[in-house]
């Protein structure tokens, strides 16, 4: 058998790992790839370096390759010895035009393999829980093109017959003409209760899914601004929808998101983003150190259990304190006695209850303000108050327990610097656009940024910029970086949610 030079191979639907090994095997070996739109990137990117790549997709400006034209590149680019990869959606042989392209190779005497793809006309139903056939409700289903204007007189499609059908119908390059096909299939008698979905970019990280009747899913579509690539499903599976849906997408899959707290504390932000799909990029823009002087830090480390309340207004001055406190000889299991113990936020409590401190107490609004509130209803005059807190802090947790008249432990815990060898690497990043955000999680983190792109608001706007809660956002709006979204809750994951919400068109 001759070797073969040309090889007709679907991509699957999209999810790089729904690409069978003959393909991949093709494609990591190919010395030309042609391929079109609806590839996955990854796939792309498993080819050589030296593989010469031909895109006969749409392009920006709306070119679209005549089928002719990419026959005529697969028969000039083919000879003994080179692999010629032809890359499609889906299966070739489905909708694909592989039939064409294989009969020119045919027509030229050109050996060629075709590799069967996983075809979207299945696997997107598959990834929306609704299986094609079902023994109670579809015993056959057919794949149809909806490209097809079915209003036109001489049409192809023998609609009657597709109205009258009983298996479940599933078309491909429907989306325009989605209205027509269901008043058609209902004209021809085929019930308007009859259900039906749409799987948009089916298998990819974005996939959407709606479903309606023969009489609300254009509608439905419209309103919920669902486009190309999507399949439209007809029949009563699309019932077991509701229990079977089992793909979780991930919304921010394919894009990046920076992050500028402090190493220690990144971790968490990082895997929340990379949960959702996110690639994160790292650029630490301050950093935790002792204050300038420690006496007070120290001083309140030696005699922990002799406060009424305890007062931490950040996990860092957690950390910090019991760093302090473990320096110490005798450490207590229980340092605070009797005292009550203030958080200003769930991620402060909860590095306390790390370190056994056990029934803290946190305000509904995170932030010193919520603590002050805390400390006006409990606090009385005779007491004594430890607060630990930021070198650089606002006054409004002193300025109460003041008012109140009661006895203020006042500690500067840590200070946060500038931290500068990642600002070549943020610049970078932001003047090649290799970010689609940055987050903040303190008014610092938002100065020590503007601070390592030398001011330059322009570039830092260019991408969007999302804030941990109001103060940081306020800071940011006084900088003039004002922020594209807040988290409503000024937690990480509300920032989290913030992020999500506006990149993955969840909004
Ligand atoms: N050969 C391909 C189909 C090519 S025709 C296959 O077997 O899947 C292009 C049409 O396929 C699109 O208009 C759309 O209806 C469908 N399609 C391709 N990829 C899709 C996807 N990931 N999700 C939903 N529909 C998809």
């Given at each position: 058998m001759e070797e073969a030079q040309v090889f007709l191979v679907g991509a699957g639907p999209g999810d790089p790992g729904l690409m069978t090994l003959r393909g991949k095997e093709?494609?990591?070996?190919?010395?030309?790839l042609?391929?079109?739109?609806?590839?996955?990137?990854?796939?792309?990117?498993?080819?050589?370096?030296?593989?010469?790549?031909?895109?006969?997709?749409k392009t920006?400006?709306?070119?679209?390759?005549?089928?002719?034209?990419?026959?005529?590149?697969?028969?000039?680019?083919?000879?003994?010895?080179?692999?010629?990869v032809r890359l499609k959606g889906g299966d070739p042989f489905v909708f694909g035009r592989g039939g064409e392209e294989a009969e020119e190779l045919h027509a030229h005497n050109i050996p060629f393999e075709v590799v069967p793809g996983i075809s979207s006309s299945i696997a997107a139903p598959a990834y929306a829980g609704i299986p094609v056939t079902h023994r109670k409700m579809a015993s056959s289903f057919q794949v149809i093109t909806g490209h097809e204007d079915p209003t036109k007189l001489m049409s192809a499609l023998n609609w009657e017959q597709l109205a009258e059908f009983k298996g479940t119908l599933v078309f491909l390059?429907?989306?325009?003409?989605?209205?027509?096909?269901?008043?058609?299939?209902?004209?021809?008698?085929?019930?308007?209760?009859?259900?039906?979905?749409?799987?948009?970019?089916?298998?990819?990280?974005?996939?959407?899914?709606?479903?309606?009747?023969?009489?609300?899913?254009?509608l439905n579509v419209m309103e919920a601004g669902f486009t190309n690539p999507a399949v439209i499903v007809v029949g009563e599976v699309v019932t077991l929808h509701d229990q079977l849906k089992w793909f979780t997408p991930k919304p921010l899959a394919g894009k990046t998101v920076g992050i500028t707290r402090a190493r220690h504390q990144s971790s968490v932000l990082r895997d929340k983003l990379e949960a959702l799909g996110a690639t994160v990029e790292e650029f630490p823009?301050?950093?935790?150190?002792?204050?300038?002087?420690?006496?007070?830090?120290?001083?309140?480390?030696?005699?922990?259990?002799?406060?009424?309340?305890?007062?931490?207004?950040?996990a860092n001055g957690v950390k910090m304190f019991f760093k302090e406190l473990a320096a110490q000889e005798n450490i207590d299991l229980n340092p605070?006695?009797?005292a009550r113990v203030i958080a200003v936020g769930p991620a402060t409590a909860k590095a306390l209850e790390k370190r056994g401190v056990k029934?803290?107490?946190?305000?509904?609004?995170?932030?010193?303000?919520?603590?002050?509130?805390?400390?006006?209803?409990?606090?009385?005059?005779?007491?004594?108050?430890?607060?630990?807190r930021a070198q650089e802090a606002r006054t409004v947790v002193q300025d109460m327990v003041n008012t109140i008249g009661a006895e203020l432990v006042d500690v500067p815990a840590y200070k946060t610097v500038l931290r500068e060898d990642f600002k070549d690497a943020l610049n970078e990043a932001l003047?090649?656009?290799k970010l689609d955000a940055l987050t903040f999680a303190s008014s610092s983190a938002a100065r020590n940024t503007l601070t390592l792109v030398d001011g330059n608001k322009e570039l830092l706007t260019s991408v969007k910029l999302f804030s941990i809660g109001p103060l940081t956002t306020q800071t940011m709006e006084e900088l003039g970086i004002a922020p594209t979204a807040t988290a409503v809750s000024s937690t990480i994951d509300g920032l989290v949610g913030a992020v999500a919400n506006n990149l993955g068109g969840l909004e």
């Open positions: 093709l494609v990591e070996q190919a010395d030309v042609v391929y079109d739109r609806l590839v996955a990137p990854e796939i792309i990117g498993w080819v050589r370096p030296e593989c010469e790549m031909i895109y006969v997709g920006p400006d709306h070119h679209t390759f005549k089928q002719d034209e990419i026959n005529a590149i697969l028969v000039e680019k083919a000879e003994p010895g080179k692999k010629v390059m429907g989306m325009k003409n989605l209205p027509f096909i269901a008043e058609v299939l209902m004209a021809y008698s085929k019930p308007a209760d009859t259900p039906v979905a749409v799987v948009e970019h089916g298998t990819w990280q974005n996939q959407r899914v709606i479903t309606g009747t023969l009489e609300t899913i254009a823009v301050l950093v935790l150190r002792d204050p300038d002087d420690t006496t007070l830090l120290k001083q309140a480390a030696a005699q922990p259990g002799t406060f009424d309340w305890v007062v931490f207004t950040s605070f006695g009797k029934s803290v107490l946190t305000p509904d609004s995170f932030q010193a303000e919520g603590v002050a509130d805390i400390l006006k209803r409990m606090l009385e005059s005779d007491q004594r108050v430890l607060l630990v003047r090649e656009g």
